[in-house]
Protein backbone atom coordinates (compact mmCIF):
# COMPACT_ATOMS: atom_id res chain seq x y z
CA UNK A 1 0.00 0.00 0.00
CA UNK A 2 1.67 3.52 -0.51
CA UNK A 3 1.28 6.87 0.88
CA UNK A 4 -1.53 7.72 -1.86
CA UNK A 5 -4.18 5.33 -1.71
CA UNK A 6 -6.82 7.27 -3.89
CA UNK A 7 -4.73 5.82 -6.37
CA UNK A 8 -5.52 1.94 -5.58
CA UNK A 9 -9.43 3.22 -5.71
CA UNK A 10 -11.31 0.70 -7.67
CA UNK A 11 -14.49 0.52 -9.44
CA UNK A 12 -16.31 0.09 -5.79
CA UNK A 13 -14.52 2.80 -4.56
CA UNK A 14 -15.77 5.03 -7.17
CA UNK A 15 -18.90 4.57 -6.96
CA UNK A 16 -19.50 4.79 -3.87
CA UNK A 17 -17.45 8.36 -4.05
CA UNK A 18 -20.14 9.43 -6.31
CA UNK A 19 -22.99 8.01 -4.59
CA UNK A 20 -25.30 10.75 -3.62
CA UNK A 21 -25.55 10.33 0.73
CA UNK A 22 -26.62 13.43 3.29
CA UNK A 23 -23.63 15.54 4.23
CA UNK A 24 -21.89 14.28 6.78
CA UNK A 25 -19.62 15.99 9.82
CA UNK A 26 -17.03 13.88 8.45
CA UNK A 27 -17.75 15.44 5.12
CA UNK A 28 -17.49 19.00 6.75
CA UNK A 29 -14.23 18.61 8.64
CA UNK A 30 -12.61 16.78 5.07
CA UNK A 31 -14.13 19.93 3.03
CA UNK A 32 -12.59 21.97 6.14
CA UNK A 33 -9.46 21.03 6.33
CA UNK A 34 -6.23 21.20 3.88
CA UNK A 35 -4.57 17.71 4.99
CA UNK A 36 -1.58 18.18 2.55
CA UNK A 37 0.49 20.29 5.38
CA UNK A 38 -0.69 17.11 8.70
CA UNK A 39 0.32 14.67 6.26
CA UNK A 40 3.97 16.61 5.71
CA UNK A 41 4.18 16.37 9.28
CA UNK A 42 3.19 12.87 9.61
CA UNK A 43 5.56 11.97 6.40
CA UNK A 44 8.49 13.54 7.83
CA UNK A 45 8.80 12.34 11.23
CA UNK A 46 6.22 8.96 10.74
CA UNK A 47 8.81 6.31 10.02
CA UNK A 48 6.60 3.28 8.51
CA UNK A 49 7.86 -0.13 8.65
CA UNK A 50 6.80 -2.87 6.21
CA UNK A 51 4.89 -5.62 8.11
CA UNK A 52 6.07 -9.34 9.25
CA UNK A 53 4.70 -10.56 5.74
CA UNK A 54 6.05 -8.43 3.55
CA UNK A 55 3.40 -5.92 2.99
CA UNK A 56 4.20 -2.28 2.42
CA UNK A 57 3.41 -0.24 5.33
CA UNK A 58 -0.31 1.70 5.39
CA UNK A 59 0.39 5.48 5.13
CA UNK A 60 -0.02 7.89 7.79
CA UNK A 61 -2.31 10.29 7.36
CA UNK A 62 -5.27 7.29 7.30
CA UNK A 63 -4.56 6.14 10.06
CA UNK A 64 -4.19 9.82 11.88
CA UNK A 65 -8.24 10.03 10.57
CA UNK A 66 -8.71 6.72 12.12
CA UNK A 67 -7.71 7.94 15.55
CA UNK A 68 -9.80 10.96 15.23
CA UNK A 69 -12.74 8.80 14.50
CA UNK A 70 -11.86 6.81 17.69
CA UNK A 71 -12.16 10.36 19.53
CA UNK A 72 -14.86 11.56 18.00
CA UNK A 73 -17.39 8.46 18.70
CA UNK A 74 -15.85 6.82 21.35
CA UNK A 75 -14.36 4.07 19.99
CA UNK A 76 -11.64 0.97 20.99
CA UNK A 77 -8.92 -0.05 19.10
CA UNK A 78 -11.07 -3.19 17.98
CA UNK A 79 -13.86 -1.09 17.86
CA UNK A 80 -11.98 1.73 15.16
CA UNK A 81 -10.97 -1.21 12.94
CA UNK A 82 -14.47 -2.69 12.79
CA UNK A 83 -16.24 0.47 12.28
CA UNK A 84 -13.93 1.33 9.50
CA UNK A 85 -14.47 -1.89 8.16
CA UNK A 86 -18.25 -1.15 8.05
CA UNK A 87 -19.01 2.22 7.79
CA UNK A 88 -19.03 4.03 4.08
CA UNK A 89 -18.56 7.45 5.84
CA UNK A 90 -15.72 6.26 7.79
CA UNK A 91 -13.68 4.68 4.66
CA UNK A 92 -14.53 7.59 2.83
CA UNK A 93 -13.32 9.68 5.29
CA UNK A 94 -9.68 8.00 6.14
CA UNK A 95 -9.52 7.55 2.32
CA UNK A 96 -8.90 3.62 2.92
CA UNK A 97 -10.13 1.26 -0.45
CA UNK A 98 -12.35 -0.74 -0.35
CA UNK A 99 -10.01 -3.27 -2.23
CA UNK A 100 -7.83 -3.09 0.77
CA UNK A 101 -7.40 -4.16 3.82
CA UNK A 102 -7.82 -1.95 6.84
CA UNK A 103 -5.33 -1.71 9.32
CA UNK A 104 -5.95 -3.78 12.72
CA UNK A 105 -5.96 -2.39 16.58
CA UNK A 106 -2.32 -3.02 16.76
CA UNK A 107 -1.27 -1.15 14.10
CA UNK A 108 -3.33 1.52 15.31
CA UNK A 109 -2.02 1.18 18.97
CA UNK A 110 1.63 0.95 17.55
CA UNK A 111 1.17 4.41 15.37
CA UNK A 112 -0.59 6.65 18.01
CA UNK A 113 2.30 5.56 20.88
CA UNK A 114 4.94 6.14 17.50
CA UNK A 115 3.51 9.49 17.30
CA UNK A 116 3.48 10.05 21.08
CA UNK A 117 6.82 8.91 21.44
CA UNK A 118 8.03 11.70 19.02
CA UNK A 119 5.90 14.38 20.15
CA UNK A 120 4.11 15.18 16.90
CA UNK A 121 0.61 15.77 18.45
CA UNK A 122 1.58 19.06 19.70
CA UNK A 123 2.82 19.99 15.95
CA UNK A 124 -0.14 18.53 14.83
CA UNK A 125 -2.58 20.71 16.85
CA UNK A 126 -0.89 23.78 15.94
CA UNK A 127 -0.96 23.05 11.78
CA UNK A 128 -4.62 22.35 12.65
CA UNK A 129 -4.92 25.97 14.62
CA UNK A 130 -2.83 27.93 12.07
CA UNK A 131 -6.07 26.78 9.56
CA UNK A 132 -8.79 27.63 12.17
CA UNK A 133 -6.76 30.94 12.93
CA UNK A 134 -7.23 31.72 9.09
CA UNK A 135 -10.38 31.29 8.52
CA UNK A 136 -10.89 33.55 11.50
CA UNK A 137 -12.19 31.00 13.63
CA UNK A 138 -9.51 30.82 16.24
CA UNK A 139 -7.93 33.89 17.38
CA UNK A 140 -4.74 34.37 19.42
CA UNK A 141 -5.64 37.63 21.07
CA UNK A 142 -5.81 36.70 24.52
CA UNK A 143 -5.82 33.11 26.26
CA UNK A 144 -7.75 31.87 28.85
CA UNK A 145 -5.49 29.24 31.15
CA UNK A 146 -7.17 26.95 33.75
CA UNK A 147 -5.92 23.52 35.08
CA UNK A 148 -7.74 20.05 35.74
CA UNK A 149 -7.03 16.45 37.47
CA UNK A 150 -7.47 13.17 35.28
CA UNK A 151 -7.71 10.05 37.53
CA UNK A 152 -4.82 7.79 36.63
CA UNK A 153 -5.66 4.62 34.00
CA UNK A 154 -4.87 2.09 36.94
CA UNK A 155 -6.44 2.08 40.15
CA UNK A 156 -4.40 3.38 42.94
CA UNK A 157 -2.77 0.35 45.17
CA UNK A 158 -0.14 1.22 47.94
CA UNK A 159 3.12 -0.70 46.91
CA UNK A 160 5.50 -2.18 49.27
CA UNK A 161 8.55 -3.41 47.16
CA UNK A 162 10.28 -6.03 48.54
CA UNK A 163 13.76 -6.03 50.16
CA UNK A 164 16.84 -6.79 48.47
CA UNK A 165 17.94 -10.09 47.12
CA UNK A 166 20.42 -9.73 49.74
CA UNK A 167 18.42 -8.86 52.37
CA UNK A 168 16.27 -11.52 52.47
CA UNK A 169 17.46 -13.45 55.22
CA UNK A 170 16.45 -10.76 57.87
CA UNK A 171 13.18 -11.05 59.87
CA UNK A 172 12.23 -7.68 58.81
CA UNK A 173 13.74 -5.14 56.32
CA UNK A 174 14.50 -1.83 57.39
CA UNK A 175 12.51 1.07 56.59
CA UNK A 176 15.33 2.56 54.32
CA UNK A 177 15.19 -0.87 51.91
CA UNK A 178 11.23 -0.06 51.65
CA UNK A 179 10.00 1.68 48.46
CA UNK A 180 6.31 2.89 48.79
CA UNK A 181 4.95 3.32 45.50
CA UNK A 182 0.67 3.41 43.97
CA UNK A 183 -0.24 0.79 41.12
CA UNK A 184 1.93 0.70 38.43
CA UNK A 185 1.63 4.55 37.02
CA UNK A 186 4.60 5.93 39.27
CA UNK A 187 4.37 9.28 37.12
CA UNK A 188 1.13 9.33 38.71
CA UNK A 189 1.14 11.44 42.00
CA UNK A 190 -1.91 12.41 45.06
CA UNK A 191 -3.29 15.41 45.43
CA UNK A 192 -6.50 16.99 47.82
CA UNK A 193 -8.81 19.20 46.08
CA UNK A 194 -11.17 20.08 48.91
CA UNK A 195 -11.83 17.06 50.72
CA UNK A 196 -11.15 14.49 48.18
CA UNK A 197 -7.85 12.88 47.36
CA UNK A 198 -6.68 12.43 43.58
CA UNK A 199 -4.19 10.09 42.29
CA UNK A 200 -3.44 11.00 38.72
CA UNK A 201 -2.24 13.98 36.19
CA UNK A 202 -3.06 17.46 36.36
CA UNK A 203 -3.99 18.73 32.74
CA UNK A 204 -3.23 22.64 32.14
CA UNK A 205 -4.53 24.33 29.24
CA UNK A 206 -4.72 27.13 27.42
CA UNK A 207 -8.15 28.32 25.34
CA UNK A 208 -8.89 31.48 23.27
CA UNK A 209 -12.36 33.56 23.77
CA UNK A 210 -14.27 30.91 21.54
CA UNK A 211 -12.97 28.08 23.76
CA UNK A 212 -10.59 26.76 21.40
CA UNK A 213 -8.18 25.07 22.78
CA UNK A 214 -4.48 27.06 21.96
CA UNK A 215 -2.26 24.37 23.80
CA UNK A 216 -1.03 22.77 26.91
CA UNK A 217 0.88 20.33 28.96
CA UNK A 218 0.09 17.22 31.58
CA UNK A 219 2.36 17.25 35.01
CA UNK A 220 1.62 15.21 38.19
CA UNK A 221 -1.11 16.15 39.90
CA UNK A 222 0.34 17.15 42.99
CA UNK A 223 2.32 20.04 40.95
CA UNK A 224 1.09 23.75 41.51
CA UNK A 225 -0.24 25.37 38.72
CA UNK A 226 1.75 28.28 39.32
CA UNK A 227 4.74 27.13 37.41
CA UNK A 228 3.26 26.13 34.84
CA UNK A 229 1.77 29.24 33.37
CA UNK A 230 4.90 30.57 31.90
CA UNK A 231 5.69 26.93 29.78
CA UNK A 232 2.39 26.94 28.74
CA UNK A 233 2.60 30.33 27.26
CA UNK A 234 5.81 30.43 25.84
CA UNK A 235 4.22 28.12 23.20
CA UNK A 236 1.42 29.56 22.35
CA UNK A 237 2.28 32.45 19.81
CA UNK A 238 -0.34 34.75 21.10
CA UNK A 239 -0.22 38.77 19.87
CA UNK A 240 1.73 41.04 21.34
CA UNK A 241 -1.07 42.83 23.26
CA UNK A 242 -3.32 39.47 24.18
CA UNK A 243 -5.05 39.57 27.67
CA UNK A 244 -4.39 36.26 29.68
CA UNK A 245 -7.02 35.66 31.61
CA UNK A 246 -6.31 33.14 35.04
CA UNK A 247 -7.40 32.04 38.52
CA UNK A 248 -5.52 32.86 42.11
CA UNK A 249 -3.81 30.05 41.72
CA UNK A 250 -1.25 31.71 39.07
CA UNK A 251 -1.12 34.72 41.09
CA UNK A 252 2.96 35.06 41.15
CA UNK A 253 5.66 38.13 41.01
CA UNK A 254 7.32 35.84 38.19
CA UNK A 255 4.40 35.47 36.55
CA UNK A 256 2.94 38.54 36.42
CA UNK A 257 6.11 39.99 35.31
CA UNK A 258 6.38 37.83 32.35
CA UNK A 259 3.21 38.77 31.38
CA UNK A 260 4.37 42.70 31.42
CA UNK A 261 7.53 41.75 29.89
CA UNK A 262 5.67 40.42 27.06
CA UNK A 263 3.30 42.75 26.48
CA UNK A 264 0.27 41.42 27.52
CA UNK A 265 -2.58 42.30 29.62
CA UNK A 266 -2.49 40.96 32.92
CA UNK A 267 -5.69 38.89 33.45
CA UNK A 268 -4.69 36.83 36.45
CA UNK A 269 -7.22 37.07 39.46
CA UNK A 270 -5.86 38.61 43.37
CA UNK A 271 -5.06 36.75 45.65
CA UNK A 272 -5.63 37.31 49.34
CA UNK A 273 -2.49 36.68 51.58
CA UNK A 274 -2.13 36.21 55.43
CA UNK A 275 -2.22 39.50 56.84
CA UNK A 276 -3.59 41.35 54.28
CA UNK A 277 -7.25 40.70 52.81
CA UNK A 278 -8.26 41.89 49.29
CA UNK A 279 -9.57 45.23 48.55
CA UNK A 280 -12.72 46.74 47.01
CA UNK A 281 -11.34 47.44 43.35
CA UNK A 282 -9.00 43.70 44.17
CA UNK A 283 -12.67 42.13 44.58
CA UNK A 284 -14.27 43.98 41.24
CA UNK A 285 -11.65 43.23 39.45
CA UNK A 286 -11.75 39.47 40.15
CA UNK A 287 -15.55 39.47 39.59
CA UNK A 288 -14.71 40.87 35.86
CA UNK A 289 -12.09 38.52 35.17
CA UNK A 290 -14.75 35.47 36.31
CA UNK A 291 -17.16 36.60 33.74
CA UNK A 292 -15.00 35.40 31.19
CA UNK A 293 -13.15 32.41 32.69
CA UNK A 294 -16.48 30.28 32.28
CA UNK A 295 -15.24 29.85 28.52
CA UNK A 296 -12.47 27.29 29.71
CA UNK A 297 -14.62 25.97 32.44
CA UNK A 298 -16.87 24.64 29.41
CA UNK A 299 -14.12 23.29 27.58
CA UNK A 300 -12.52 21.07 29.93
CA UNK A 301 -16.44 19.78 30.43
CA UNK A 302 -16.83 18.54 27.20
CA UNK A 303 -13.02 17.27 27.32
CA UNK A 304 -13.95 15.41 30.38
CA UNK A 305 -17.74 14.23 29.18
CA UNK A 306 -17.34 13.82 25.28
CA UNK A 307 -13.61 12.38 25.39
CA UNK A 308 -13.31 10.59 28.20
CA UNK A 309 -10.59 12.68 29.53
CA UNK A 310 -12.13 12.59 33.35
CA UNK A 311 -9.66 9.33 33.04
CA UNK A 312 -6.78 8.47 31.71
CA UNK A 313 -6.96 5.70 29.32
CA UNK A 314 -2.94 4.97 29.72
CA UNK A 315 -0.28 4.58 31.64
CA UNK A 316 2.67 7.52 31.93
CA UNK A 317 2.61 11.01 31.23
CA UNK A 318 3.31 11.03 27.65
CA UNK A 319 0.66 9.10 26.52
CA UNK A 320 -2.01 11.21 28.81
CA UNK A 321 -0.31 14.08 27.21
CA UNK A 322 -0.36 12.86 23.98
CA UNK A 323 -4.48 11.52 24.39
CA UNK A 324 -5.40 15.57 25.80
CA UNK A 325 -3.25 16.95 22.89
CA UNK A 326 -5.25 14.84 20.65
CA UNK A 327 -8.39 14.97 22.02
CA UNK A 328 -7.52 18.25 21.68
CA UNK A 329 -7.51 18.77 17.74
CA UNK A 330 -10.51 16.63 18.06
CA UNK A 331 -12.53 18.76 19.72
CA UNK A 332 -10.93 22.44 17.61
CA UNK A 333 -12.16 20.54 14.65
CA UNK A 334 -15.62 19.41 15.62
CA UNK A 335 -16.49 22.91 16.95
CA UNK A 336 -15.01 24.40 13.75
CA UNK A 337 -16.83 22.21 11.53
CA UNK A 338 -20.47 23.60 13.28
CA UNK A 339 -19.29 26.97 13.73
CA UNK A 340 -19.04 27.21 9.63
CA UNK A 341 -21.60 28.32 7.71
Known sequence: MGDTISAQMGFADFMISKRQTRSSFLDEVDRMVDWRPVEKILNRNYKKKASADGRPPYPALPLFKMLLIQRWYNLSDPAVEEAVN???SFLRFTGFSLENSIPDETTICRFRNELAKRDLFEKLLDKINEQLQSRHLLIRSGAIVDAGLI???????????????DR?????????????????????????????????YKMHMATDRAGFVLGGHITPANLSDTGELIPMLNGLDLQSNAAVLAD??????????YLQDRGYTDGIMSRAVRGRSLTEDEKARNRSISKFRYVVEQTFGTLKRRYGLFRARYVGRLKTQAEFLLCSIAFNLRKAAIMLP
Open 151 to 165: SSARRPRKIIDVMPE
Open 248 to 257: KGYASAKNRS
Open 168 to 200: KEEESPAPSDCKLTYSDDTEAAWVRKGNQPHYG
Open 86 to 88: DRI
